[in-house]
């Protein structure tokens, strides 16, 4: 049981390029979430998806865009990148609706647009 | 609008003393609240949550956390710190409005244990 994966760990981007991080979980979970995190503000959603063929938009979603084609993959794409975009990304997912069920993070993917 | 606020940026404390990280929230309705910790290069783990029910919540590693209603706190506590505690600790609240079950983290505190 591996949990929650995410690819690449690392990536450095020049700005204007693109790159899709991809995570996985094998928990069967209905929701899942991509965050960033930068120093001092914690972690801000970016999108989110409930349930396979969903998605939605999170606090910071502009310049990024996400799929989930399948329960267990949720992909954030980034068609342009830009130096702002430059941070800690992690993916989470949770059992779903009903009780306040708590959310298992992956490993995060450092990335540095230059 | 819904928040999280954790008004230490570090916390020090020597091993074998009680430790608490402190935390405040602002939510409508009842508050679904949680407490996360990160290693070094890791992803975030959870600690312990708080539903309904008892004020003193006990969660992984020994930690435990008590919900204050009156003073709007959940505040993470431990009785006797270890040097492996030293991580940053989140704490977070789900946002009763959001479907997607969306969780808003406080800006997390630093942990230091010196032996």
């Known amino acids: 049981n591996a949990g929650v994966t995410q690819t690449p760990k690392f990536r450095v981007l020049k700005t204007g390029q693109s790159m899709t991080l991809l995570c996985a979980q094998d928990m069967n979970h209905e929701y899942m979430y991509w965050y960033r995190q930068d120093p001092g503000m914690g972690l801000r959603l970016i999108h989110y998806?409930?349930?396979?063929?969903t998605t939605a938009k999170g606090e910071v979603p502009d310049g990024y865009n996400v799929s989930r084609l399948k329960k267990q993959n949720f992909l954030l794409g980034l068609e342009s990148a830009a130096p702002s975009q430059t941070s800690v990304y992690f993916c989470?997912?949770?059992w779903g609706p009903g009780e306040a069920w708590e959310q298992y993070f992956g490993p995060g993917t450092r990335l540095t647009v230059t | 609008a819904q928040s999280v606020a954790q008004p230490e940026d570090q916390v020090n404390v020597a091993e074998g003393n009680p430790l608490t990280v402190k935390c405040t929230y602002s939510v409508s309705g009842n508050p679904y609240l949680f407490w996360y910790v990160q290693y070094p290069n890791r992803g975030l783990q959870f600690l312990l949550k708080?539903?309904?029910?008892?004020?003193l919540v006990k969660g992984s590693y020994g930690f435990e956390a008590e919900f204050n209603k009156s003073q709007t706190s959940f505040h993470l506590k431990k009785p006797s710190a270890l040097v492996s505690d030293s991580a940053l600790y989140f704490c977070?609240?789900?946002?009763?409005?959001?479907?997607?079950?969306?969780?808003?983290f406080g800006q997390g505190t630093e942990l230091s244990v010196k032996p």
């Open positions: 708080y539903i309904t029910g008892d004020n």
């Open positions: 998806s409930v349930g396979e063929g």
């Open positions: 977070a609240v789900r946002d009763p409005y959001n479907q997607g079950g969306k969780l808003i």
């Open positions: 989470a997912s949770s």
